[in-house]
């Protein structure tokens, strides 16, 4: 296996090992791993690819790798979006909303209608074009190239999108400097440490196209402390109640035998909950 000589964003070490090729869905990607504090990511890293991969077919379902398109269970998905935006608020009542992967912009929309100002960073130019023309003000392109001012923002959200970043200290280190004083980090990402990520090992759901970095809650914990966050509150499993997560279920539903399905949601949701570190769902709040 090559050498890898990319510095670990979280011990500031060379010391990569190879780890395994991933088995689900047969995408054998070359996993590495940190020998010391246990960040995985993936070497080679063909950016350009990747960045490639977010055109129409990927949102469409016409690519090999795609994406739900959330314009399709929108009415769904926001009984989740007003529920994580509620938890928010016990934080952060108002002020500047930056959702980073921000697709579409239904996320922001009803962080709108909650009271935000809010802003989207999107690499997909077919997705920003769309929320740009709804008035969800969206820059296009790698998070790290924006040109917010530093203490701009009151919140910044990645939800399923910090995996998705290369250069993680540069982007660590411009999510700290624009978030105000006080302001609110959210990251829901896999956490790596959790029992079912161990479990099924190489096989693991989590593996996928344009994933480059994986993480643990106790390694990003530690990222954010080094960036000099002064709170970290986290929550193994999700910030937002069952019941939403039942709600926005249905957008998928073909049939009333659909609803045999919340059983599984309710299972995995509640040992998430009584019994932490079980499932591999992590969201983490950081405070400035």
Not at 69 to 89: F, G, H, L, P
Not at 107 to 125: D, T
Not at 264 to 282: A, E, Q, R, V, W
Request: aromatic content about 18%.
């Amino acid at each position: 296996m090559q050498k890898i000589d990319e510095i670990c964003p979280n011990c500031k070490n060379s010391n990569w090992t190879f780890l395994y090729y991933s088995t689900f869905n047969n995408y054998n990607l070359p996993i590495y791993i940190c020998s010391t504090c246990k960040i995985q990511s993936i070497f080679p890293k063909d950016s350009q690819k990747i960045n490639e991969m977010y055109n129409e077919e990927y949102y469409t379902g016409k690519a090999e790798y795609k994406y739900i398109d959330e314009r399709n269970t929108e009415k769904y998905d926001s009984y989740v979006w007003d529920a994580r935006i509620k938890n928010i608020q016990k934080f952060v009542k108002s002020g500047k909303f930056l959702d980073i992967g921000s697709s579409f912009g239904g996320f922001l929309s009803r962080a709108k209608l909650a009271g935000f100002e809010v802003f989207g960073a999107e690499v997909s130019q077919y997705s920003s074009n769309y929320a740009n023309s709804k008035g969800i003000l969206t820059f296009n392109g790698s998070y790290t190239d924006n040109n917010y001012p530093e203490n701009f923002f009151s919140v910044i959200t990645l939800v399923e999108v910090i995996e998705h970043l290369e250069n993680p200290m540069t982007v660590f280190e411009k999510l700290y400097s624009q978030l105000i004083p006080g302001g609110l980090l959210l990251i829901q990402t896999a956490n790596f440490e959790g029992k079912q990520a161990i479990q099924e090992s190489n096989n693991y759901h989590y593996y996928l196209p344009g994933h480059l970095y994986y993480y643990s809650k106790s390694n990003l914990e530690s990222i954010l402390k080094q960036k000099g966050f002064s709170k970290i509150i986290s929550y193994l499993g999700v910030d937002f109640p069952l019941s939403a997560k039942l709600l926005k279920s249905r957008g998928g539903f073909k049939s009333f035998r659909d609803y045999k399905k919340w059983w599984n949601i309710s299972k995995y949701h509640l040992k998430s909950k009584f019994f932490p570190g079980s499932t591999s769902s992590m969201v983490i709040y950081a405070i400035k």
